[in-house]
């Protein structure tokens, strides 16, 4: 005689009208609502029998939808807040995770992007180099030109003339009427 699993009525039924996968779903459902705190097998089954089976939908019902289910007060408060602070990390974190896969998606054509500035400032590069020796040997050219003309015209005009020029006959200077005497 083969050995049969021993199971409850309920069981036996959903194995014969193929509801068995809707019970697992159920079951999985209840499970994702008791890591929950405050939140047990029977609690969470309430929770499913009423259409609240993901802690999306339990922070959204709020704390009177809970308590019209048939929850305590105090254990409905529990709940939906929890619900409410669990619900908005998980937002927080998909929103954070489709910015990261945002990023790496951009991160290629960033990296491109940049590779190929610095590839044509590589390229003018000496381009520049070149334009900016010659402003400096021109710069050099006309600073040595100035410097010049300000000497010569230091040489000529501006200088104070002491004494006689350099024409005057030595008779006529002062220093030599002065040894005559």
């Given at each position: 005689m083969p050995k049969f699993r021993k199971s409850s009525r309920k069981e036996a039924f959903l194995h014969v009208t193929g509801d068995i996968m809707a019970s697992q779903t159920k079951a999985s459902k209840i499970e994702k609502l008791t890591a929950l705190p405050g939140v047990g097998a029977a609690t969470a089954k309430k929770l499913v029998d009423a259409k609240l089976d993901t802690v999306?939908?339990?922070?959204?019902?709020?704390?009177?939808?809970?308590?019209?289910?048939?929850?305590?007060a105090a254990v409905a408060k529990k709940i939906a807040s929890a619900a409410k602070s669990a619900d908005k990390a998980t937002s927080a974190a998909k929103v954070t995770a489709s910015k990261a896969k945002a990023a790496a998606k951009k991160a290629p054509a960033k990296a491109k992007a940049t590779a190929s500035k610095a590839k044509a400032a590589a390229k003018k590069a000496p381009a520049k180099a070149k334009a900016t020796a010659?402003?400096?040997?021109?710069?050099?050219k006309n600073l040595a030109k100035s410097t010049k003309t300000k000497e010569a015209k230091i040489t000529s005009d501006d200088r104070k003339k002491i004494g006689p020029s350099g024409k005057t006959p030595i008779s006529k200077m002062a220093w030599f009427k002065n040894l005559k005497k």
């Amino acid at each position: 005689m083969p050995k049969f699993r021993k199971s409850s009525r309920k069981e036996a039924f959903l194995h014969v009208t193929g509801d068995i996968m809707a019970s697992q779903t159920k079951a999985s459902k209840i499970e994702k609502l008791t890591a929950l705190p405050g939140v047990g097998a029977a609690t969470a089954k309430k929770l499913v029998d009423a259409k609240l089976d993901t802690v999306s939908k339990v922070a959204s019902a709020g704390t009177t939808k809970l308590i019209k289910i048939g929850l305590k007060a105090a254990v409905a408060k529990k709940i939906a807040s929890a619900a409410k602070s669990a619900d908005k990390a998980t937002s927080a974190a998909k929103v954070t995770a489709s910015k990261a896969k945002a990023a790496a998606k951009k991160a290629p054509a960033k990296a491109k992007a940049t590779a190929s500035k610095a590839k044509a400032a590589a390229k003018k590069a000496p381009a520049k180099a070149k334009a900016t020796a010659s402003k400096a040997r021109e710069s050099v050219k006309n600073l040595a030109k100035s410097t010049k003309t300000k000497e010569a015209k230091i040489t000529s005009d501006d200088r104070k003339k002491i004494g006689p020029s350099g024409k005057t006959p030595i008779s006529k200077m002062a220093w030599f009427k002065n040894l005559k005497k």
